[in-house]
C-alpha cells in the first residue's frame, strides 16, 4: 500500500504491507534495485547504509508486538530509501511510529529521517517499560506458586531483551554512521536530533543491561528455589519409604514357613503384632520429625 505526502522540500512516499505489485512499483516507477527490495523482504535484515547510484539506503530495526510470532515482543526492519528529492519508507509490518512524526518535523529530508530515528529510540524505552512490568508481575505469581506457565514468559521476555539489544547497537551504529555522512548534519536542529536520539538509544542499551541482569537474577532464584523442593520431596519420600519399610519387614517375616512368635496366643498375638508395628512406625516417625527431615 503506497501513501504519498508532497512536503516543502521532498515527498514521502510510506509503502506498508507491501505486495509483489508494491515491489514492481518500486522497480519499475522508482528505480528501486533488485537487490535493495529482496534486502526488505528479510525479516533478519540487520542496521547498516548502502549507498547505490541514485539512492541510498538506512536499514533500522524498530520495536513491535506481534502473537502470531514465538517472540511477541520483537523487532522489525524499517528501510528508509532516500535520494535528493524523495524519501520512501518500506516496512514489511505497519510501522506505527511513522504516524507519531508531526508535519513540523518533516521540514527537510535530513530532520525527517532523523527524527524517525528519534522515535524509534524513544519506543524502545517504552517496550521496555511494559517487559519489566510483565517481569514483576510474573515474579509475583511464582512467589505464590512456580509455575511452567510464569516460567516460559520469563523465557520469552529474556528472548525479547537479546532481539532489543540487537536491534539498539544496531541503529546507534547506523546514527553514528549519518553522522559522518558528508552534509547530512547540515545545522543545529539536525545535530540536536543526532545527539537526543544517541542519549535514548544508549539509554535502552543501559536498560536491557540492567533488565537482562535482573531477569537472569530472578531466573537462577527460582531455579534454586525448584531444586530445593525437588530435593525437599525426595527426601521425604525416602523417609516415608524407610517408615513404611519396618511393617513389611515383620509382615514378610510372618509370611515365611517357620515358627512364628506369638502363633500360641491365638487372637492375643494378632493384637500384640500390630502393637509391635504401631511402636516401630512411631519410633521412626519421632526420630524423624524430631531431626526435621519430614
Not at 510510506?14 to 534495485?33: G, R, S, T
Amino acid at each position: 500500500m503506497f501513501d504519498t505526502e508532497k512536503l516543502k522540500s521532498f515527498s514521502w512516499i510510506n509503502v506498508a504491507n507491501p505486495d509483489h505489485d508494491d515491489f514492481e512499483k518500486l522497480q519499475d516507477e522508482y528505480k528501486i534495485d533488485e537487490d535493495t527490495i529482496s534486502d526488505i523482504l528479510d525479516p533478519d535484515e540487520q542496521p547498516r547504509i548502502e549507498v547505490e547510484d541514485d539512492y541510498k539506503v538506512i536499514i533500522v530495526r524498530f520495536p513491535i508486538v506481534n502473537r502470531e510470532t514465538d517472540t511477541q515482543w520483537h523487532t522489525e526492519p524499517l528501510s528508509i530509501i532516500y535520494s535528493t528529492n524523495r524519501v520512501i519508507t518500506v516496512c514489511r509490518k505497519r510501522c506505527d511510529i511513522l504516524d507519531k512524526i508531526k508535519r513540523a518535523e518533516k521540514t527537510s529530508r535530513e530532520e525527517f529521517i532523523l527524527n524517525i530515528m528519534y522515535y524509534i529510540a524513544e519506543s524502545y524505552l517504552r517496550c521496555l517499560k511494559e517487559l519489566n512490568r510483565r517481569v514483576v508481575e510474573s515474579k509475583k505469581n511464582l512467589q505464590q506458586q512456580i509455575r511452567k506457565r510464569e516460567l516460559l514468559a520469563l523465557l520469552d521476555v529474556e528472548n525479547s531483551y537479546t532481539l532489543y539489544m540487537t536491534g539498539l547497537k544496531g541503529n546507534l551504529s547506523v546514527l553514528d554512521k549519518l553522522e559522518k555522512v558528508r552534509g547530512f548534519a547540515k545545522n543545529d536542529e539536525c545535530v540536536e536530533l543526532i545527539e537526543d536520539s544517541r542519549i535514548e538509544l544508549s539509554q535502552g542499551i543501559e536498560v536491557v543491561t540492567s533488565y537482562t541482569k535482573m531477569l537472569k537474577s530472578i531466573k537462577e532464584t527460582f531455579e534454586s528455589v525448584i531444586n530445593m523442593d525437588s530435593n525437599t520431596y525426595i527426601n521425604r519420600l525416602t523417609m516415608w519409604n524407610i517408615i513404611l519399610m519396618l511393617p513389611t519387614l515383620v509382615v514378610g517375616y510372618y509370611g515365611m514357613n517357620v515358627a512364628l512368635p506369638f502363633a500360641e496366643h491365638g487372637d492375643t498375638g494378632i493384637v500384640i503384632f500390630v502393637i509391635i508395628m504401631a511402636l516401630l512406625v512411631g519410633y521412626a516417625l519421632f526420630i524423624f520429625v524430631r531431626k526435621r527431615i519430614i
